[in-house]
């Protein structure tokens, strides 16, 4: 087992013990099938997270989307992103020449599971804010890759904003039931739904 | 002379735990007959549902034997560290269901982290003067400090009430426990075991007696809005349970079967107060058990399980050390 073997196993230790990362999957069963998953987007801590709710066998394959200018700008982050998690780097900044979506298109060729948080940032709102566009391109381009919404509760008591040290608390990822690009719909209206697939995997509040 | 008194004190202990986890394998073996049995039959809701609950409870019995058994093997340290991730897992599941805002983040990162490590070092060094005022003087003005510092003036008397009271009756409350096992008394050393022992039992038989009792009884319930069976006579009930079954276990105390009965009384009648206590806290917090499935939590309901004990202990402590002493 290697270095990078045992970090993962480490982290995803961590991630158990502070948050306990259940996952429930209540629309769709675990199985080490091509799929994207993407979910609400609270804290830096949700691709952990959810990386630690997967089966460990599912973890091997399943990979993040990470921001190469921050990901790579230490020898500490590189290895974390490149040999722990497998990540997909994409460029922060737009650029003329190379479309952003690419290097997720070129992971999903190679068979690869993505995690992404199409809202683009952050929010601590409680809903999601509207989803960008690149998950309606990925699933228009790769209609025989399920699309799995994910819902993360409670992540943002665990580690508010400008917090650096975890507290204590209990959080569960929630797997809903996969989605589908409908015959000619619409982009918004896909997210939208999207959007409302996601929502709709939030845990009933007792 | 009694042929158990010519053991020698770990040979005692060892014994206890040898009859523990043999009627641990026996009732096992007979639920697992019984369930071979039914597995023909279909099973109704209610049926299944019981099954299921019986399955739990047996399950989290062979966990707290074991984790007993183990504290008990690896001494000090083992049993310290034991129960503080019993606290552990017993603070995140309660500070989980109480609502706290971000203004809690360093109180909380305290409590979790400062005060029940702290805690644990102290049973584990056997520090019991400090032990016992830690928390209620120390813990006490330190967490509002940190939550005053955070500037967050909204509802800051209930807030810091929650995170004072999880602190109180996860961490202090079940640190008892241990410092049970570590107690050393004159002319009971090393028989720590047998003290922790006679609590879990003590609370135990009062809890199922007083679970039977309302069932059978079907008293007018004393505060419905918080329990629907909770009456005075099943309690009392209860209690009588836990004296009977502590003066039968005398012989594992230092004490006479009179004194012991009032032991197991004191702890029984504590715990399934406590048991009411939380569930009036489970009510506010609006769950029906801290399992619960349909919850945001996900949470085991270890809580549930440790909740008697941790209110029965301390108190069960602090009256041997007065009683005995």
């Given at each position: 087992m290697s270095r990078a073997d045992l970090m993962g196993l480490l982290l995803a230790f961590i991630a158990r013990l502070i948050t306990g990362a259940q996952g429930h999957w209540k629309g769709c069963p675990p199985k080490a099938e091509q799929r994207i998953y993407f979910a609400n987007h609270q804290s830096?801590?949700?691709?952990?997270?959810?990386?630690?709710a997967l089966p460990r066998e599912l973890r091997a394959r399943t990979?993040?989307?990470?921001?190469?200018?921050?990901?790579?700008?230490?020898?500490?982050?590189?290895?974390?992103?490149?040999?722990?998690?497998?990540?997909?780097?994409?460029?922060?900044?737009?650029?003329?020449?190379?479309?952003?979506?690419?290097?997720?298109?070129?992971?999903?060729?190679?068979?690869?599971?993505?995690?992404?948080?199409?809202?683009?940032t952050r929010s601590n709102r409680g809903e999601p804010q509207a989803?960008?566009?690149?998950?309606?391109?990925?699933?228009?381009?790769?209609?025989?890759?399920?699309?799995?919404?994910?819902?993360?509760?409670?992540?943002?008591?665990?580690?508010?904003?400008?917090?650096?040290v975890p507290v204590p608390i209990l959080c569960t990822v929630t797997f809903g039931t996969p989605l589908n690009l409908q015959p000619g719909e619409d982009k918004r209206e896909f997210l939208d739904r999207a959007r409302a697939a996601v929502l709709a995997a939030r845990p009933g509040r007792a | 002379m009694n042929p158990l008194r010519t053991l020698s004190v770990n040979g005692q202990v060892a014994l206890l735990f040898v009859v523990l986890f043999g009627v641990l394998v026996l009732v096992s073996l007979g639920v697992l007959v019984l369930s071979l049995r039914a597995s023909g039959q279909t099973l109704s809701e209610a049926q299944r549902d019981r099954q299921q609950r019986l399955l739990r409870d047996l399950r989290a019995m062979w966990l707290g034997s074991t984790v007993f058994w183990l504290a008990w093997v690896s001494g000090p340290l083992g049993a310290t560290l034991a129960f503080s991730l019993f606290s552990f897992f017993a603070l995140r599941e309660f500070i989980t269901l109480v609502k706290t805002r971000r203004g809690d983040h360093r109180s909380l990162l305290l409590a979790f982290f400062g005060a029940l490590p702290l805690q644990y070092l102290l049973v584990g060094t056997r520090a019991f003067d400090l032990f016992t005022v830690f928390v209620p003087v120390y813990v006490f003005l330190a967490i509002p400090v940190a939550s005053a510092l955070a500037g967050d003036p909204e509802r800051f008397l209930e807030r810091n009430a929650k995170i004072q009271w999880g602190i109180m009756v996860c961490v202090y409350g079940l640190s008892h426990a241990p410092a049970l096992l570590l107690l050393q008394l004159p002319a009971y050393a090393d028989r720590g075991a047998f003290l922790l022992f006679f609590l879990v039992m003590a609370t135990a038989a009062a809890q199922i007696a007083q679970e039977l009792a309302s069932r059978w009884l079907r008293r007018r319930p004393l505060a419905r809005q918080i329990d629907r069976s909770f009456s005075w006579r099943a309690w009392l009930i209860g209690l009588w349970s836990a004296a009977a079954v502590?003066?039968?276990?005398?012989?594992?105390?230092?004490?006479?079967?009179?004194?012991?009965?009032?032991?197991?009384?004191?702890?029984?009648?504590?715990?399934?107060?406590?048991?009411?206590?939380?569930?009036?806290?489970?009510?506010?917090?609006?769950?029906r058990f801290w399992g619960n499935r349909s919850s945001v939590t996900g949470a085991v309901g270890l809580l549930d399980r440790v909740a008697p004990l941790c209110f029965a202990a301390p108190v069960f402590f602090h009256f041997v050390r007065w009683y005995l002493v």
């Open positions: 830096h801590l949700d691709w952990v997270l959810i990386w630690a990979r993040p989307i990470a921001a190469r200018d921050y990901w790579t700008s230490t020898p500490f982050k590189t290895w974390l992103t490149t040999a722990v998690f497998n990540a997909v780097y994409v460029a922060r900044q737009r650029s003329d020449e190379q479309d952003p979506l690419e290097p997720l298109v070129r992971a999903l060729e190679g068979g690869d599971t993505l995690v992404i948080f199409p809202e683009g989803f960008k566009s690149g998950l309606f391109h990925l699933a228009e381009m790769f209609p025989g890759v399920q699309l799995i919404p994910a819902w993360i509760d409670n992540v943002q008591r665990v580690m508010p904003k400008g917090e650096v | 502590g003066a039968a276990l005398f012989w594992i105390t230092p004490v006479d079967p009179g004194r012991a009965a009032v032991m197991a009384a004191v702890a029984g009648g504590c715990g399934t107060l406590g048991e009411l206590v939380m569930r009036a806290l489970k009510k506010d917090a609006g769950v």
